[in-house]
């Protein structure tokens, strides 16, 4: 620390590093449910992506890493609170919606969560280009 400036280290595997990945995992996933006609929004009130067609939403959270057993439990924890968010934009586009599918995306598993479905990324893009 010369003349009282203080010096910046970037810790290797930092959560910057990860943020700006899983944006453009976002971004990837957003494109690719548009390329099948869905009306999506991205980034927000707090959710990644929430895509609608029809009669079914798709609430989607993406993490491009793979979960430890803590990590999966927050991102699990993260997409339950997320669906009242959903409900919200859904609400205020005035979208009527039969059923939310909450999807979790990310590089791997430590196990199944309930009512979660859960892809890789390369999974999941597949599975979009499908439906």
């Known amino acids: 620390m010369k003349n009282g400036k203080k010096k910046r280290i970037r810790?290797?595997?930092?959560s910057r590093g990860k943020a700006a990945l899983g944006s453009?995992?976002?971004d990837k996933i957003a494109q690719?449910?548009?390329k099948m006609r869905y009306r999506v929004f991205l980034r927000r009130n707090r959710?990644?992506?929430l895509a609608v067609r029809g009669r079914l939403a798709y609430l989607v959270e993406c993490k491009n890493y793979?979960?430890?057993k803590k990590e999966q439990k927050l991102a699990v924890r993260q997409l339950n609170r997320n669906y009242t968010r959903a409900l919200e934009i859904l609400l205020q586009e005035r979208i009527w919606v039969e059923s939310i599918a909450r999807v979790l995306v990310a590089k791997g598993f430590t196990y199944q969560a309930r009512g979660?479905?859960?892809f890789t990324p390369e999974e999941f893009l597949e599975h979009i280009e499908r439906i």
């Open 24 to 26: 453009e995992l976002e």
């Open 32 to 34: 690719a449910f548009r």
């Open 116 to 118: 979660i479905l859960q």
């Open 47 to 49: 959710c990644d992506i």
């Open 66 to 68: 793979s979960l430890s």
């Open 11 to 14: 810790m290797k595997g930092s």
